[in-house]
């Protein structure tokens, strides 16, 4: 009997992605989004006889209910949430209650029908400013710098003061996420900065010695799947990504250089992101035992390569911009 995922967020840049690896492992997987961008990222699966696609939002309970009533599901991924620090300030009210409220319902849904295990896809954002001669762990104190990252902590925070014991939940904190997806998004540093080196031979980096840790999007999915196997305590929260990811956006910078010549780089005082953090992820790597499979390289080439090669086509780029992407959300939200 094949074990059966709920994929909340299904649709999205991780989510796709996590059905595509989750059908090859042979596990049944329900999508469940509310399709804010679009189907096209799940177009090839729909002819899948173990994939199954529900339309619906995070904060619709009596949608949720049915859907759980529908099927039989052993585990639970909370991918659905409005990512993005500019995304949520384009709609605070609406990301927060899809953040946390969502999140919220999903969780008390679960606990009714005795779910096996549920991960929670959190960020390594909430760490917000750390002192640059230290790297945080799981223990670290959280201090968040948007709106973003306060729905997420108030969503782990009501998660930890869950005190059903047959409920596993797993909280991953994920680093930034670079790579090639079903829906790859281009408002993400790595997307973003190979993107515009191609496009324009020029950069313009704020901020150049602020650090953050990085995750190629298959090795999120990975993480997320080995979690389904390994027996967890009743809650765990993990720093998810690999220490030695860890790295200043000069070095993005000069990595990007290395494959895409004569590209100008202006680098610019001014702060426009506060976040400043690198982050310890030795836990997880023993936890899990996960090794990285995909480099910062190997990222910045395949983004390259497709976007040569024209597999992804400007057309779609443009649409997963920043700018762009913030319109769209304002867009679906205002017909809701």
Excluded at 69 to 84: E, F, M, P, Q, R
Excluded at 148 to 163: M, P, T
Aim: hydrophobic share 35%.
């Amino acid at each position: 009997m094949l074990k059966t995922i709920f994929i909340a967020g299904g649709a999205g840049y991780v989510g796709s992605k996590l059905v595509e690896l989750a059908l090859k492992k042979k596990y049944k997987v329900i999508c469940y989004d509310n399709l804010v961008y679009g189907k096209s990222s799940i177009k090839k699966f729909i002819k899948n006889k173990n994939f199954f696609f529900i339309k619906g939002d995070v904060r619709d309970k009596n949608n949720l209910k049915i859907s759980f009533s529908k099927h039989k599901i052993d585990y639970v991924v909370n991918l659905a949430s409005i990512v993005g620090d500019k995304q949520c300030q384009t709609i605070p009210k609406i990301a927060y209650d899809i953040n946390y409220y969502g999140n919220k319902n999903l969780t008390e849904i679960s606990k009714i029908n005795k779910i096996k295990k549920f991960v929670f896809a959190s960020t390594c954002s909430n760490y917000g400013i750390v002192n640059p001669n230290e790297f945080a762990n799981e223990n670290s104190k959280l201090f968040p710098v948007s709106l973003y990252a306060e729905s997420k902590v108030d969503a782990e925070n009501y998660l930890l003061d869950q005190k059903i014991k047959s409920l596993e939940i797993i909280i991953l904190r994920f680093a930034t996420a670079y790579g090639v997806s079903n829906r790859t998004r281009f408002d993400l540093t790595i997307n973003s900065f190979t993107y515009e080196a191609i496009k324009y031979k020029k950069l313009h980096i704020f901020a150049k010695e602020t650090w953050r840790p990085f995750i190629h999007v298959d090795d999120m999915c990975l993480m997320i799947l080995k979690t389904l196997k390994i027996k967890n305590k009743n809650k765990v929260v993990l720093n998810a990504g690999f220490t030695k990811n860890n790295f200043s956006k000069q070095t993005i910078v000069e990595k990007i250089k290395k494959n895409i010549k004569n590209c100008k780089i202006e680098y610019v005082d001014a702060i426009v992101d506060r976040r400043d953090y690198r982050v310890n992820c030795d836990k997880i790597s023993k936890y899990l035992r996960v090794k990285q499979s995909k480099t910062i390289e190997y990222g910045i080439k395949e983004i390259l390569h497709k976007i040569k090669k024209k597999i992804i086509k400007e057309n779609e780029i443009k649409k997963n911009l920043l700018n762009q992407n913030c319109k769209r959300l304002q867009l679906f939200y205002s017909k809701k």
